[in-house]
């Protein structure tokens, strides 16, 4: 079965130091979303992406956010940077969303420490 | 007002049990209703999804849609420890943006 792939699985970084979390997201998919789960908290949504640029995201993404699509295959989420309060769990999913319901694939996740 | 509302438990029951987990939503325009389980320290799964009013079954897992009182469930028969999970009713508004509420988290004793 086709699934989402998210690298690094666990990063620990030092507060202040950028951060790229990289996933690889369903071939045929055209839809891109991250989400972060802080430990003990809801899923929340950042951004979706589709056909190459930001098509929606929520007021957590900030200036200190940002996100590529460089290839034709990876899909990443770049903190530049990291505070305290960024260490959560990411989640990168995809969708093909064609008529109908929308329906995502999560990745593992990536966990971020910030130290 | 929340689009959607769902009790965020915890619910407890012990193996065997019928379970009926809840959400209400107030957008009357949502067509999809969407159930995600998360396991713990996991990504969120579609469990299943419904299209406007009515039921779907699938195994021990039925979904049902009341469109007239805004209101949708999901029923898990003879629950199993495995079915230890938080469960996720998230509204689909268009295709960009997917929010997740806390959803309900269930555990199934043995």
């Known amino acids: 079965e086709p699934e989402v792939t998210q690298t690094p699985s666990h990063q620990v970084t030092q507060m202040g130091q950028e951060v790229i979390l990289r996933c690889v997201p369903i071939s045929n998919h055209l839809y891109f979303y991250w989400y972060r789960q802080i430990l003990g908290q809801k899923v929340e949504f950042l951004v979706s992406f589709y056909n190459n640029e930001i098509s929606e995201k929520s007021e957590i993404f900030d200036d200190q956010f940002s996100v590529e699509r460089p290839d034709g295959s990876n899909f990443t989420l770049k903190i530049r940077s990291t505070k305290l309060e960024d260490s959560a769990m990411y989640f990168c999913?995809?969708?093909?969303?064609?008529?109908?319901?929308?329906?995502?694939?999560f990745g593992a996740g990536s966990r971020l420490t910030v130290l | 007002q929340k689009e959607v509302e769902q009790d965020p438990g915890p619910l407890s029951v012990p193996e065997g049990a019928i379970v009926s987990l809840n959400c209400t939503y107030s957008n009357s325009a949502f067509q999809y209703f969407m159930w995600y389980r998360q396991y713990s320290r996991k990504g969120p799964e579609l469990l299943m999804y419904t299209y406007s009013s009515g039921n779907k079954e699938d195994g021990r897992f039925t979904a049902q849609v009341d469109k007239s009182s805004k209101y949708i469930s999901l029923f898990i028969r003879d629950s199993q420890p495995s079915d230890s999970a938080t469960y996720l009713c998230?509204?689909?508004?268009?295709?960009?943006?997917?929010?997740f509420g806390a959803g309900t988290r269930l555990t199934v004793k043995p």
């Open positions: 998230p509204p689909q508004r268009n295709n960009n943006d997917m929010r």
């Open positions: 999913a995809s969708s093909d969303q064609g008529l109908g319901a929308n329906v995502l694939t």
